[in-house]
T-cell receptor, first 112, second 114 residues
Framework: DQQVKQNSPSLSVQEGRISILNCDYT??????FLWYKKYPAEGPTFLIS?????DKNEDGRFTVFLNKSAKHLSLHIVPSQPGDSAVYFC???????????FGAGTRLTVKP | SQTIHQWPATLVQPVGSPLSLECTVE??????LYWYRQAAGRGLQLLFY??????ISSEVPQNLSASRPQDRQFILSSKKLLLSDSGFYLC?????????????FGEGSWLTVV
């Protein structure tokens, strides 16, 4: 069952512009959401998270927005840099981490 | 600071051979430990998790097993590999299992079954 969906397998943006990666979820019990960044042949690295009591969390160039009513979250990267090129995974968990679910990932390419 | 290591990084194994992937976490006690597999186009799939020594929970029926012989050691095994076991395997840890605890991943292990 795909409780977390990233419907765009790839995204290409120009350096300096905004990158917006989207994620939808179906389980209303999810209350903690994360974004991971993954380079080829490496493990995912944690990027940013948000709990369901917030609708926005910002860390430098990265901002995650959560719309609980729409069961939708997004990651904004501003300004995008070529080093941001990677696969980004969205994840969500409910009352414990053992039910954390991941999306299929979106491959971001930032062109110089 | 906490670190996680898994090995080997890559391996090529014939069908029917055994498998052992090892993972260790340093810098923390009694972590939750996880084994994930990344399948093409399907994101990260949780295979096993452990909340303590000797305690293993399996998420999906499969040809693999896991063991936790020590607090910070997690092992993924198979007695006889199948072609379908090929993939990228990730060990991970978290401080606890409560929601809000970030899961941190190791470097990953590429397994090719031939």
């Amino acid at each position: 069952d795909q409780q977390v969906k990233q419907n765009s397998p790839s995204l290409s943006v120009q350096e300096g512009r905004i990158s917006i990666l989207n994620c939808d979820y179906t389980n209303s019990m999810f209350d903690y959401f994360l974004w991971y960044k993954k380079y080829p042949a490496e493990g995912p690295t944690f990027l940013i998270s948000i709990s369901s009591i917030k609708d926005k969390n910002e860390d430098g160039r990265f901002t995650v927005f959560l719309n609980k009513s729409a069961k939708h979250l997004s990651l904004h990267i501003v300004p995008s840099q070529p080093g941001d090129s990677a696969v980004y995974f969205c994840a969500a968990s409910g009352w414990n981490n053992n039910d954390m679910r991941f999306g299929a990932g979106t491959r971001l390419t930032v062109k110089p | 600071s906490q670190t996680i290591h898994q090995w080997p990084a890559t391996l090529v194994q014939p069908v029917g051979s055994p498998l052992s992937l090892e993972c260790t976490v340093e810098g923390t006690s009694n972590p939750n430990l996880y084994w994930y597999r990344q399948a093409a186009g399907r994101g990260l799939q949780l295979l096993f998790y452990s909340v303590g020594i000797g305690q293993i929970s399996s998420e999906v029926p499969q040809n693999l097993s896991a063991s936790r012989p020590q607090d910070r050691q997690f092992i993924l095994s198979s007695k006889k590999l199948l072609l379908s076991d090929s993939g990228f395997y990730l060990c991970a840890w978290s401080v606890g299992s409560a929601s809000g605890n970030t899961i941190y991943f190791g470097e990953g292990s590429w397994l090719t079954v031939v």
